[in-house]
């Protein structure tokens, strides 16, 4: 089993343009996680789906990110336009449904914002 | 408010030392508490979590309600052991956002 799949692993844009990270979760898996890792510091949510429902987006900065999870299977990150604090290790995590709190993450996407 | 707490950064020990990283948290409730690691050029993943009271790779923690912390232990520490460590905390009620420590990087030295 190839666990969560996330792709790019490594992205590098100038400010201000736009990125898309994506995500594809271990089958079977009902609920998607994005978190935020910042250089030295643990993962932060982002946003947390049921399916393709969004429960928890409380620490979206909406203003510029947006998330979607349309078939309740893939997930797509957006950042528009990027800034450069946006620099970072964005982590998509999967587990099997509202019961089970183990986590299993993917290899992250390395974003660098110029 | 939730929140986890690794005070040490750095950790550095001779191979066949013992290992204690340190994990204090705050939390309204009962939360679950884990350990995750994350090896050189691999993905995050899970260690060990406190309903589980099982040993991983020789790894052990306790819950300590009392002092809030959930320190991981090894008596003796292999070269294999170096990594980062993540303390993390959840609700109980099913699949929730974990809550994460800054981590500590071990470094087992030969």
């Known amino acids: 089993e190839a666990g969560v799949v996330q792709s790019p692993r490594y992205k590098i844009i100038e400010k201000k343009q736009p990125v898309a990270f994506w995500c594809n979760p271990i089958?079977?898996?009902?609920?998607l996680y994005w978190y935020l890792q910042n250089l030295g510091q643990g993962p932060e949510l982002l946003i947390r789906y049921e399916n393709e429902e969004a429960v928890d987006d409380s620490q979206l900065p909406k203003d510029r990110f947006s998330a979607e999870r349309l078939k309740g299977v893939d997930s797509t990150l957006k950042i528009q336009p990027a800034e450069l604090g946006d620099s970072a290790v964005y982590l998509c995590?999967?587990?099997?449904?509202?019961?089970?709190?183990?986590?299993?993450f993917g290899p992250g996407t390395r974003l660098t914002v110029l | 408010a939730q929140r986890v707490t690794q005070p040490e950064k750095l950790l550095s020990v001779f191979k066949g030392a013992p290992v204690e990283l340190k994990c204090n948290y705050s939390y309204s409730g009962s939360p679950e508490l884990f350990w995750y690691v994350q090896y050189s050029r691999q993905r995050l993943q899970l260690l060990l979590r406190?309903?589980s009271r099982e040993s991983i790779k020789g790894f052990t923690a306790d819950l300590n309600k009392g002092e809030t912390s959930f320190h991981l232990k090894k008596p003796f520490a292999q070269e294999e052991d170096s990594a980062m460590y993540y303390c993390a905390l959840s609700g109980r009620q099913g699949a929730q956002k974990l809550v994460f420590g800054q981590g500590t990087r071990l470094t087992i030295n030969p």
């Open positions: 089958s079977g898996h009902n609920t």
């Open positions: 995590a999967s587990s099997q449904n509202w019961r089970d709190n183990e986590q299993f």
């Open positions: 406190h309903i």
